[in-house]
């Protein structure tokens, strides 16, 4: 039986963990020959290993995203050694977590250059020869919080809204060229993005939330499965976990009531650093 992806290309960023390994794994598994993308060079050989393990192929690329030059160097590489590629899934991603006005305009840099440049850099470094194809999808991974605002993680909501807006411009220019683009939001999602940058918030909601997210939070694998449906049945949105929907669609259906309850919620994080 042959199975879905056999011989396609497939490039991933943010492949050393999370998300993206998960889904590296997954489109090994299914025959593709990937390309994992990652700055964290010790954990993106364990993916390599993980898929070679399974008897996949796998190439490793210790590049950061949020580099233009380097990506697009990336993608010559890449275009030499396989001259095409299939599948690009854009996913690397990092958090910060403060009030507004304690976040630094470093950490505001360094999040959308990872969650938002990032993606760019890896369109405009894959498209051109999709294009020339004319064949292709591009997956973009941006979150929940991408649709609906939340309080105490600024550079990510924004950065994740501009994934959302880019996906969706995308979306509606690149169908005549017979590529395919698919907007990816996750809930929440049991991997290390909120290890990745710091976590000041107020008294023990930075440790809650962690604790939460290790306890409850659906595993990667699940989100990786469904990337893969939406690559094969060209679906222009995937959302995952029932935590944030509801959410999404109240904002939609009622956005004052969704405001009332946004400062209940920013309420109760600020209780947690009151006295006792």
């Keep these: 039986m042959r199975r879905r992806f056999q011989d396609q290309v497939v490039v991933v960023t943010g492949a050393a963990s999370g998300i993206g ?8 598994r299914e025959g593709a020959r990937l390309h994992l993308v990652d700055r964290a060079a010790v954990p993106l050989e364990e993916t390599w290993r993980a898929i070679l393990a399974a008897g996949g192929e796998a190439v490793t690329h210790v590049v950061d995203c949020a580099d233009g030059e380097a990506m697009r160097q990336l993608s010559e590489h890449v275009l030499a050694a396989e001259h095409r ?5 854009n996913n690397a991603g990092v ?3 403060a009030p507004f006005e304690t976040i630094p305009l470093e ?8 969650n938002f440049w990032g993606v760019l850099h890896g369109v405009r470094a894959f498209l051109p020869a999709m294009i020339a194809r004319r064949r292709g999808h591009i997956v973009n991974t941006s979150s929940m919080a991408g649709l609906v605002g939340l309080p105490h993680v600024g550079p990510y909501v924004a950065s994740k809204h501009a ?9 509606a220019e690149l169908g005549v ?3 395919g683009v698919t907007l990816l939001c996750p809930g929440a999602t049991r991997t290390g993005i909120m290890g990745s940058g710091p976590m000041d918030l107020p008294g023990e909601a930075g440790p809650k939330l962690r604790g939460a997210l290790a306890r409850w939070a659906p595993r990667p694998e699940g989100v990786a ?16 976990g029932l935590d944030m929907l509801p959410l999404w669609w109240l904002q939609r259906l009622a956005p004052g009531l969704y405001l009332r309850l946004s400062r209940v919620l920013t ?9 006792k």
């Design 107 to 114: 950490e505001w840099e360094r999040v959308m250059g990872v």
């Design 163 to 171: 994934v959302a807006g880019l996906t969706a411009g995308l979306s």
């Design 267 to 275: 309420g109760a994080i600020l209780s947690l650093s009151r006295p």
């Design 225 to 240: 499965e469904k990337i893969l449906d939406a690559v094969v049945h060209q679906r222009p949105l995937v959302t995952t």
């Design 177 to 179: 060229h017979g590529i």
């Design 21 to 28: 390994r998960a889904a590296a794994l997954a489109f090994a």
């Design 95 to 97: 958090m910060t977590a």
């Design 85 to 89: 590629v299939d599948v690009l899934l």
